[in-house]
């Protein structure tokens, strides 16, 4: 670079200053480019979704509606994971349930397998399990899975099939109809192309182990049906204990007519029963209804009760077929609380005990339910790939569009439940048995977005229990709801974070649905929750949070620090344009008056120069603080202020540098040298997001707990914030480093995990889609607007409020030059939403 030589010193001077800054500036830009862990092309990257081989163990895609527990497919094609009995149950496997193939080719050859490719090791098994499993039977040489939520395929491949085969699974999944994505159901389509040059007959064989008496097989009721266009195995419980928890049933049926069908497998000896079923089904494909072999010396019935349902065609060179059958199950009683049993169920009131799942209401037992699905495929069908096709067509990158769907499965998974009047409950999570921390937490909940914006009724049933149920007379909200199922209410510290989230997202529910009548009907428990926070959280009057203040990572903060108060502000601009709608000025101005002090005083006491920290006197005298660290959620408020339509609640420019330093200073490259003695969700050569750091010293004796891990949903969060404040190739580095680690050998695509499986806070990766997408609604106006930050010129998403969903376009005009934009509503009311030119809000 060349300088001109200054005339006197006092220009010497200013041109040293200038060329310090000029290359400080350029060191700093330098360092935030180098931080980047990809490249661009790497981080545009658009096409299809990941694939996953048949050794990729921790790949597994949850079936099953909301509500109604789940069942998964692996990599292998293989069940796993049967979680129908109202409690999450990671790892559980269910005896010789599996499906089968049988080939016959016009020279007599046959070849019969297991549709799984073969099983993985280790194989330290005792020797129990992989004959239960089938493991010892002929499987396919290789498979490949892909998932793209709510619809799965498995190709698998063997040389020396005369077939190809494709299985495709889902459960049906309609935004916006809870019911129709509440069915305890399952589609499996097998797909079966004659790839030989002469006929080939083919059965497929579904075997189904009866788990519909669990604590007692002996009292299952098994038999073969053929009503409702339907015609298959119905599994049920005979026992009088109508009040029992894992009593219910099952069902596996077809409406194809080539059917075959064994209703229960040879009972009593050893393997007898699967000797006598496979030797059955190789020899012709055709199955026996009922066994027909009797020996003596032989103890009574004992073991698994299995039965089988056969489908067989024959296919013309080049011909496909498609097999499909349908897996349902009902078990109609869940504990009434959260706990599994709360006094056991030796009482003479077991009905006290239990609760009915809403699903159990809408169907009497697992053949009526596989009627209904039956009945109603193809218009549920058609909406389910109407919602995929627009996720997935999206002009995003691959793994924005990854992150979106695969989290969807927290709503479908045990982390979730409704009971019979349709109020909805949610885990944090799920142990491997059970679930775990019990009462749709509010400061977990908070960061979830997927359900807000695909199912609102559900978010706005939990609005009602806080405010109306859980929020005492001075305002003290329960941030784990127990009241509402009966049990005595949660008695521990407020949570500053989590009331005043739920405030947030009243605003955000409001505008979603429109509905001024729901929020009319919780206002006076917002109100008082909302009023609480100045009385107990603010301990001198100057609107900035300062008492005792308990939060998400389970511990108190003490002192102002952002991330709470950020979470104050927020609700005081959510709480004062409520107040406008519903007719309280004063209140408004209240409100407003308290935001305007309130953030100005708290900027003037935090801002640390990049970042905003907690101001205390002595950071060690109270254990679990941060003090001068750069906390990842510091400014959570506006970031749920961004997703609700709010606005800035904080300086723009100091929001915007506080999220960078969160990036700069948080989000590590690899974690192969980094210190962590609590728990630990990243390990090694992986990237990830710290909840906290101290990058100016300062590190507390010991700093609040969780503060060295990685947590997906708050690094969704701060990716998400990144995106809104115009950091976008720092957002799609947080977010692409979260899904390179679920890649099925470490972890699983469909189950980002914090404590316990399929995480509420995963969820905040919705906000990615709105971030991405600009998008802003008012369902009280009925309008919706766009300002797209990437692929302005040819952009396309899925968009939805609590009263449509369909796509939008955004696209150059080449005669104009000029992007147009346009939606299209594929779903609800097409009168409710209309398109309008994006604001600067």
């Given at each position: 670079?060349?300088?001109?030589?200054?005339?006197?010193?006092?220009?010497?001077?200013?041109?040293?200053?200038?060329?310090?800054?000029?290359?400080?500036?350029?060191?700093?830009?330098?360092?935030?480019?180098?931080?980047?862990?990809?490249?661009?092309?790497?981080?545009?990257?658009?096409?299809?979704?990941?694939?996953?081989?048949?050794?990729?163990?921790?790949?597994?895609?949850?079936?099953?509606?909301?509500?109604?527990?789940?069942?998964?497919?692996?990599?292998?094609?293989?069940?796993?994971?049967?979680?129908?009995t109202h409690h999450a149950q990671k790892g559980r496997?269910?005896?010789?349930?599996?499906?089968?193939?049988?080939?016959?080719?016009?020279?007599?050859?046959?070849?019969?397998?297991?549709?799984?490719?073969?099983?993985?090791?280790?194989?330290?098994?005792?020797?129990?399990?992989?004959?239960?499993?089938?493991?010892?039977?002929?499987?396919?040489?290789?498979?490949?899975?892909?998932?793209?939520?709510?619809?799965?395929?498995?190709?698998?491949?063997?040389?020396?099939?005369?077939?190809?085969?494709?299985?495709?699974?889902?459960?049906?999944?309609?935004?916006?109809?809870?019911?129709?994505?509440?069915?305890?159901?399952?589609?499996?389509?097998?797909?079966?192309?004659?790839?030989?040059?002469?006929?080939?007959?083919?059965?497929?064989?579904?075997?189904?182990?009866?788990?519909?008496?669990?604590?007692?097989?002996?009292?299952?009721?098994?038999?073969?049906?053929?009503?409702?266009?339907?015609?298959?195995?119905?599994?049920?419980?005979?026992?009088?204990?109508?009040?029992?928890?894992?009593?219910?049933?099952?069902?596996?049926?077809?409406?194809?007519?080539?059917?075959?069908?064994?209703?229960?497998?040879?009972?009593?000896?050893?393997?007898?029963?699967?000797?006598?079923?496979?030797?059955?089904?190789?020899?012709?494909?055709?199955?026996?209804?009922?066994?027909?072999?009797?020996?003596?010396?032989?103890?009574?019935?004992?073991?698994?009760?299995?039965?089988?349902?056969?489908?067989?065609?024959?296919?013309?060179?080049?011909?496909?077929?498609?097999?499909?059958?349908?897996?349902?199950?009902?078990?109609?009683?869940?504990?009434?609380?959260?706990?599994?049993?709360?006094?056991?169920?030796?009482?003479?009131?077991?009905?006290?005990?239990?609760?009915?799942?809403?699903?159990?209401?809408?169907?009497?037992?697992?053949?009526?339910?596989?009627?209904?699905?039956?009945?109603?495929?193809?218009?549920?069908?058609?909406?389910?790939?109407?919602?995929?096709?627009?996720?997935?067509?999206?002009?995003?990158?691959?793994?924005?569009?990854?992150?979106?769907?695969?989290?969807?499965?927290?709503?479908?998974?045990?982390?979730?439940?409704?009971?019979?009047?349709?109020?909805?409950?949610?885990?944090?999570?799920?142990?491997?048995?059970?679930?775990?921390?019990?009462?749709?937490?509010?400061?977990?909940?908070?960061?979830?977005?997927?359900?807000?914006?695909?199912?609102?009724?559900?978010?706005?049933?939990?609005?009602?229990?806080?405010?109306?149920?859980?929020?005492?007379?001075?305002?003290?909200?329960?941030?784990?709801?127990?009241?509402?199922?009966?049990?005595?209410?949660?008695?521990?510290?407020?949570?500053?974070?989590?009331?005043?989230?739920?405030?947030?997202?009243?605003?955000?529910?409001?505008?979603?649905?429109?509905?001024?009548?729901?929020?009319?009907?919780?206002?006076?428990?917002?109100?008082?929750?909302?009023?609480?926070?100045?009385?107990?959280?603010?301990?001198?009057?100057?609107?900035?949070?300062?008492?005792?203040?308990?939060?998400?990572?389970?511990?108190?903060?003490?002192?102002?620090?952002?991330?709470?108060?950020?979470?104050?502000?927020?609700?005081?601009?959510?709480?004062?344009?409520?107040?406008?709608?519903?007719?309280?000025?004063?209140?408004?101005?209240?409100?407003?008056?308290?935001?305007?002090?309130?953030?100005?005083?708290?900027?003037?006491?935090?801002?640390?120069?990049?970042?905003?920290?907690?101001?205390?006197?002595?950071?060690?005298?109270?254990?679990?603080?941060?003090?001068?660290?750069?906390?990842?959620?510091?400014?959570?408020?506006?970031?749920?202020?961004?997703?609700?339509?709010?606005?800035?609640?904080?300086?723009?420019?100091?929001?915007?540098?506080?999220?960078?330093?969160?990036?700069?200073?948080?989000?590590?490259?690899?974690?192969?040298?980094?210190?962590?003695?609590?728990?630990?969700?990243?390990?090694?050569?992986?990237?990830?997001?710290?909840?906290?750091?101290?990058?100016?010293?300062?590190?507390?004796?010991?700093?609040?707990?969780?503060?060295?891990?990685?947590?997906?949903?708050?690094?969704?969060?701060?990716?998400?914030?990144?995106?809104?404040?115009?950091?976008?190739?720092?957002?799609?580095?947080?977010?692409?480093?979260?899904?390179?680690?679920q890649d099925g050998y470490r972890r699983s695509p469909?189950?980002?995990?914090?404590?316990?499986?399929?995480?509420?806070?995963?969820?905040?990766?919705?906000?990615?889609?709105?971030?991405?997408?600009?998008?802003?609604?008012d369902m009280v106006k009925g309008t919706v607007s766009?300002?797209?930050?990437?692929?302005?010129?040819?952009?396309?998403?899925?968009?939805?409020?609590?009263?449509?969903?369909?796509?939008?376009?955004?696209?150059?005009?080449?005669?104009?030059?000029?992007?147009?934009?346009?939606?299209?509503?594929?779903?609800?009311?097409?009168?409710?939403?209309?398109?309008?030119?994006?604001?600067?809000?």
């Amino acid at each position: 670079m060349y300088f001109p030589y200054p005339s006197n010193a006092r220009h010497l001077r200013l041109l040293s200053c200038a060329c310090i800054l000029a290359l400080a500036a350029a060191s700093q830009a330098a360092a935030e480019t180098e931080a980047l862990p990809y490249s661009k092309s790497e981080l545009y990257q658009m096409g299809k979704q990941r694939t996953f081989k048949g050794d990729a163990s921790l790949a597994a895609f949850l079936l099953g509606g909301i509500g109604t527990g789940n069942v998964s497919i692996g990599a292998r094609g293989d069940l796993r994971d049967w979680e129908i009995t109202h409690h999450a149950q990671k790892g559980r496997f269910i005896p010789w349930t599996f499906f089968a193939i049988r080939t016959e080719q016009a020279d007599g050859t046959t070849v019969a397998k297991v549709l799984e490719s073969r099983p993985n090791p280790p194989f330290s098994h005792w020797g129990g399990s992989p004959a239960d499993w089938g493991w010892g039977l002929p499987h396919f040489a290789q498979s490949e899975m892909r998932g793209e939520y709510p619809f799965v395929w498995v190709d698998l491949k063997d040389p020396k099939m005369p077939v190809s085969v494709q299985l495709e699974a889902f459960t049906p999944f309609v935004p916006l109809d809870a019911d129709a994505s509440g069915i305890p159901a399952a589609v499996l389509r097998y797909k079966i192309r004659n790839t030989s040059k002469d006929k080939v007959g083919v059965s497929v064989v579904g075997s189904l182990s009866n788990e519909s008496c669990n604590h007692d097989r002996d009292k299952a009721v098994q038999e073969y049906r053929d009503t409702d266009g339907l015609r298959g195995l119905h599994y049920a419980c005979a026992d009088s204990g109508k009040f029992r928890l894992k009593c219910g049933s099952m069902a596996l049926t077809t409406s194809d007519n080539a059917v075959s069908w064994k209703r229960e497998w040879l009972r009593g000896g050893w393997f007898d029963g699967g000797h006598d079923f496979w030797d059955d089904f190789c020899a012709d494909g055709k199955l026996e209804a009922e066994s027909k072999y009797t020996a003596k010396g032989v103890g009574g019935p004992q073991g698994a009760r299995i039965g089988s349902l056969a489908i067989s065609h024959d296919l013309a060179p080049g011909e496909e077929k498609t097999f499909e059958f349908v897996l349902s199950w009902h078990y109609p009683y869940r504990p009434r609380g959260w706990t599994l049993e709360k006094k056991g169920e030796a009482t003479s009131k077991p009905e006290e005990l239990v609760i009915r799942n809403y699903y159990a209401t809408k169907f009497d037992n697992a053949w009526k339910a596989a009627s209904f699905l039956k009945e109603n495929l193809t218009k549920l069908e058609k909406q389910s790939r109407e919602f995929h096709d627009t996720l997935f067509n999206s002009s995003l990158p691959s793994y924005i569009i990854d992150a979106l769907a695969s989290n969807i499965t927290v709503i479908r998974s045990n982390t979730v439940f409704r009971v019979e009047d349709g109020t909805f409950f949610g885990w944090e999570g799920c142990a491997d048995n059970w679930g775990s921390c019990h009462g749709t937490c509010t400061h977990v909940w908070n960061y979830a977005q997927t359900q807000a914006f695909l199912f609102p009724e559900l978010e706005r049933s939990s609005r009602r229990i806080e405010f109306n149920t859980e929020t005492d007379a001075e305002g003290k909200m329960a941030f784990r709801n127990s009241k509402a199922l009966s049990d005595p209410p949660w008695n521990f510290h407020a949570a500053a974070d989590g009331q005043m989230g739920t405030i947030v997202r009243l605003y955000r529910e409001w505008k979603l649905s429109g509905d001024t009548e729901f929020l009319r009907s919780v206002w006076p428990g917002a109100t008082r929750a909302l009023d609480y926070a100045f009385k107990h959280w603010d301990s001198d009057g100057d609107f900035v949070f300062d008492s005792q203040q308990h939060n998400t990572y389970d511990i108190e903060f003490y002192g102002p620090n952002s991330m709470t108060n950020s979470m104050f502000f927020a609700a005081l601009k959510a709480g004062a344009e409520m107040a406008d709608a519903l007719g309280e000025p004063e209140r408004a101005a209240k409100y407003r008056k308290a935001l305007e002090l309130g953030s100005a005083k708290m900027d003037q006491l935090l801002w640390g120069g990049e970042y905003y920290i907690q101001r205390l006197n002595d950071v060690n005298e109270y254990r679990y603080q941060y003090g001068q660290g750069c906390l990842s959620d510091q400014v959570l408020g506006q970031m749920l202020a961004h997703v609700a339509g709010l606005g800035y609640i904080l300086p723009k420019d100091h929001v915007k540098q506080a999220i960078h330093s969160v990036f700069r200073y948080n989000f590590r490259k690899t974690l192969a040298d980094h210190n962590c003695v609590q728990r630990g969700f990243a390990f090694n050569d992986e990237s990830g997001l710290l909840l906290c750091s101290w990058p100016k010293g300062g590190r507390p004796k010991l700093p609040f707990v969780y503060s060295d891990e990685v947590w997906t949903g708050i690094e969704h969060q701060v990716a998400a914030h990144l995106i809104y404040e115009g950091l976008i190739d720092e957002g799609l580095s947080v977010v692409k480093a979260v899904r390179d680690r679920q890649d099925g050998y470490r972890r699983s695509p469909w189950d980002e995990i914090e404590c316990g499986h399929h995480y509420a806070r995963s969820m905040a990766s919705w906000a990615l889609l709105t971030g991405l997408s600009g998008f802003q609604f008012d369902m009280v106006k009925g309008t919706v607007s766009f300002k797209p930050l990437i692929n302005q010129d040819d952009f396309r998403c899925f968009w939805s409020t609590g009263k449509a969903w369909g796509a939008f376009t955004q696209k150059k005009n080449p005669s104009t030059g000029k992007n147009e934009q346009k939606i299209e509503v594929l779903y609800g009311d097409k009168g409710a939403v209309k398109l309008v030119e994006a604001s600067g809000k």
